[in-house]
T-cell receptor
Framework: DADVTQTPRNRITKTGKRIMLECSQT?????MYWYRQDPGLGLQLIYYSFDVKDINKGEISDGYSVSRQAQAKFSLSLESAIPNQTALYFC?????????????FGEGSRLTVL | AQKITQTQPGMFVQEKEAVTLDCTYDTSDPSYGLFWYKQPSSGEMIFLIYQGSYDQQNATEGRYSLNFQKARKSANLVISASQLGDSAMYFC??????????????FGTGTRLQVTL
């Protein structure tokens, strides 16, 4: 099983619908992130969380909200989806206390908003 | 200003040849880390190699090496003996220790590498 699991992996929805992308991890890391990938733009940070009580906006948080339900769970919501939110979404974790601080990514959630 | 610049949208290399993927960065933080990730067509992000700003030697991991030129602010990825399975998108990323936030990584726009027979 993957250390960082995202559900759903693929989702097609309509404009105006509420969508939740879920992320759970077994790595025991405190820090979790949501990134968005658009073709030609690399990965952009949406939200990040140090722990359950600490949630912060990233570069492109407008139109998104998050919930850190537990150390291991970090969900991303689109309250009213719009077509330009069509993208590949990644959840990631990191451990700042040791190693390189690399991000450990989930497998990605591909969202299409019609 | 772009913090990470990858100027090669696409690259071709023949199998068994070496290839260099360019990455330049911009930071005033004295302590930072540079990363390369591989994204195959299946979409997952695979960590390849890391270079710390204070590391004296260039990082190497198997067929991957990082050509780190601190004064020029470049961190190019060198893949030796290319294989068909190396065909993928490659991202350079940076973490700034003191001026950055929450260990977040800033990514470049990527280079798509195609390995040919």
């Amino acid at each position: 099983d993957a250390d960082v699991t995202q559900t759903p992996r693929n989702r097609i929805t309509k404009t105006g619908k509420r969508i939740m992308l879920e992320c759970s991890q077994t790595k025991g890391h405190d820090r979790m992130y949501w990134y968005r990938q658009d073709p030609g733009l690399g990965l952009q940070l949406i939200y990040y969380s140090f722990d359950v009580k600490d949630i912060n906006k990233g570069e492109i948080s407008d139109g998104y909200s998050v919930s850190r339900q537990a150390q291991a769970k970090f969900s991303l919501s689109l309250e009213s989806a719009i077509p330009n939110q069509t993208a590949l979404y990644f959840c990631a974790t990191s451990d700042p206390t040791g190693g390189t601080g690399e991000l450990f990514f989930g497998e990605g959630s591909r969202l299409t908003v019609l | 200003a772009q913090k990470i610049t990858q100027t090669q949208p696409g690259m071709f290399v023949q199998e068994k040849e070496a290839v260099t993927l360019d990455c330049t960065y911009d930071t005033s933080d004295p302590s930072y880390g540079l990363f390369w990730y591989k994204q195959p067509s299946s979409g997952e992000m695979i960590f390849l190699i890391y270079q710390g700003s204070y590391d004296q030697q260039n990082a190497t991991e198997g067929r991957y090496s990082l050509n780190f030129q601190k004064a020029r602010k470049s961190a190019n990825l060198v893949i030796s003996a290319s294989q068909l399975g190396d065909s993928a998108m490659y991202f350079c990323a940076m973490r700034e220790v003191f001026t950055g936030t929450a260990s977040k990584l800033t990514f470049g726009t990527g280079t798509r590498l195609q390995v040919t027979l």
